[in-house]
């Protein structure tokens, strides 16, 4: 059993920054950011696989940035111009397998950290 944990949300203003971490007790191939905003549905965001592909949705191409610490099985979200419609809670996930966009088929999730973009 895999435990992951995040940390790093927060309030900020329109155009700003944030850095989102997610610290897992042990290693795993796939690790994703998922995001669900109140009454929407959990979304994809951006994944990081063990041998370095990366996958983003397009609502945060060019603007969010995962990285990953294989060493610290840490993996890491910088987002960066951040919107009004980027408030939500923020999830980490992993899985033992190749990357994928559907929350259903992640193994482990962190608690998940608020983030709020405010006007």
């Known amino acids: 059993q895999v435990q992951l944990e995040e940390s790093g949300g927060g309030l900020v203003q329109a155009g700003g920054s944030l850095r989102l971490s997610c610290a897992a007790s042990?290693?795993?191939?796939?690790m994703a950011w998922f995001r669900q905003a109140p009454g929407k549905e959990r979304e994809f965001v951006a994944t990081?696989?063990?041998?370095?592909?990366?996958s983003y949705a397009d609502s945060v191409k060019g603007r969010f940035t995962i990285s990953r610490d294989n060493a610290k099985n840490t993996v890491y979200l910088q987002m960066n111009s951040l919107k009004l419609e980027d408030t939500a809670v923020y999830y980490c996930?992993?899985?033992?397998?190749?990357?994928?966009?559907?929350?259903?088929?992640?193994?482990?999730w962190g608690q998940g950290t608020q983030v709020t973009v405010s006007s």
């Open positions: 996930a992993a899985r033992n397998s190749a990357r994928a966009y559907r929350p259903g088929v992640y193994d482990y």
């Open positions: 042990g290693r795993t191939f796939t």
């Open positions: 990081f696989t063990y041998i370095s592909i990366t």
